[in-house]
């Protein structure tokens, strides 16, 4: 079975650049979550979709970061303009239903982004 | 504030030896605790997950102790094999929060 699919896998841009990062979550799965990881926070949760619908956007830095989830196999996280304190690398992943009660995700592999 | 704690960057433990991960958290409404573990360029993986009604849990070389009382937990690996080098992440769930939140990680090497 395919798991979580994440691309890009890197991606370098330059400051003031768009960034649009894709997640497939698994088929089936109705809860989708978008993590960063940094070395100073280490995993933070961005944002947190249940049945497509946004629940919890609190994580999100600020009104530059935006996330969707036009339908149940597919997600984008988007950075406009892109700044250098954004170089992480972000996870995407999913549950299935009931899964919300043990708390186990599925992660894809991550994007790293590097904004210059 | 950081509500699950990881205070060892990283552990180096010989094969065939024990290795002993420790993770202490500050928020008493948390009801499940998970290990995750991470390879480089890859995705964390479930590893072993405890109820916070259950003081242990045991799944083959891996077992999981929670005390409650002292707001800690720790998951025991034995006997250590070198596959078992990687980023382990402890992480809980509850709290008032959705998803996860997780400690910053130990780095476990196995050393031959």
């Known amino acids: 079975d395919a798991g979580v699919i994440q691309s890009p896998r890197h991606e370098v841009t330059e400051m003031g650049q768009e960034v649009t990062l894709r997640c497939k979550p698994i088929?089936?799965?109705?809860?989708l979550f978008w993590y960063r990881q940094t070395m100073m926070r280490g995993l933070e949760l961005l944002i947190y979709?249940?049945?497509?619908?946004?629940?919890?956007d609190s994580g999100m830095p600020e009104d530059r970061f935006s996330a969707k989830m036009p339908n149940a196999s597919f997600s984008t996280l988007k950075i406009q303009p892109s700044e250098p304190r954004d170089s992480a690398v972000y996870f995407c992943a999913s549950s299935p239903p009931g899964g919300a009660n043990t708390g186990e995700l599925f992660f894809g592999e991550g994007s790293r982004l590097t904004v210059l | 504030d950081q509500q699950v704690k990881q205070n060892s960057p990283s552990l180096s433990v010989q094969e065939g030896r024990i290795s002993i991960l420790n993770c202490d958290y500050t928020?008493?409404?948390?009801?499940?605790f998970l290990w995750y573990k991470k390879y480089p360029a890859e995705g964390p993986t479930f590893l072993i997950s405890i109820s916070s009604i259950k003081d242990k849990n045991e799944d083959g070389r891996f077992t999981v102790f929670l005390n409650k009382s002292a707001k800690h937990l720790s998951l025991h690996i034995v006997p250590s094999q070198p596959g078992d080098s990687a980023v382990y992440f402890c992480?809980?769930?509850?709290?008032?929060?959705?998803?996860?939140?997780f400690g910053k990680g130990t780095h476990l090497i196995i050393q031959p």
């Open positions: 979709f249940n049945n497509n619908v946004p629940i919890d």
């Open positions: 928020n008493s409404m948390f009801d499940y």
């Open positions: 088929s089936g799965h109705n809860s």
């Open positions: 992480a809980a769930k509850g709290g008032g929060a959705d998803g996860l939140t």
